[in-house]
């Protein structure tokens, strides 16, 4: 196991698996509006992370606040650069006690290799993914 795997330790599991929403295609400024409109009615005292691969260019539609954690990590291959900025950033956000968490990407054709992951230690126990959307 990896160190950046094993950052997520046991004492920081939620009790209930994160709620997990991948979206991935198009460009970054369509994959953050469309999680903005899901968003855009969240429950009361539930934290949300949205982590973006991709820089914007132009008007930001999600901003980080108490109950929103926005993290961004650059473009690039998540294969080619064996996955660390996500892996290292996701970490971080699952320290956060979220209740959902959504992750967009740029590329449909790595879809699958990041719900491969996803599915290893300690991903698999901390988060249930409840929607694919590609868009």
Request: proline letters at 5%.
């Amino acid at each position: 196991m990896s160190n950046q795997l094993s950052m997520v330790s046991a004492a920081s599991k939620p009790i209930a698996p994160i709620a997990l929403v991948l979206v991935a295609g198009s460009n970054y400024q369509v994959r953050e509006a469309w999680i903005a409109a899901a968003i855009a009615s969240p429950p009361l005292n539930e934290k949300t992370g949205v982590l973006l691969e991709g820089l914007p260019t132009g008007i930001l539609l999600l901003e980080s606040l108490d109950q929103l954690i926005i993290e961004r990590i650059a473009p690039g291959c998540l294969c080619c650069i064996g996955q660390l900025a996500m892996r290292v950033t996701l970490n971080r956000l699952l320290r956060q006690n979220l209740k959902n968490l959504y992750i967009a990407i740029n590329d449909t054709q790595h879809l699958a290799q990041l719900q491969q992951a996803l599915l290893l230690s300690p991903y698999d126990q901390i988060l249930q993914c409840k929607k694919v959307m590609v868009l």
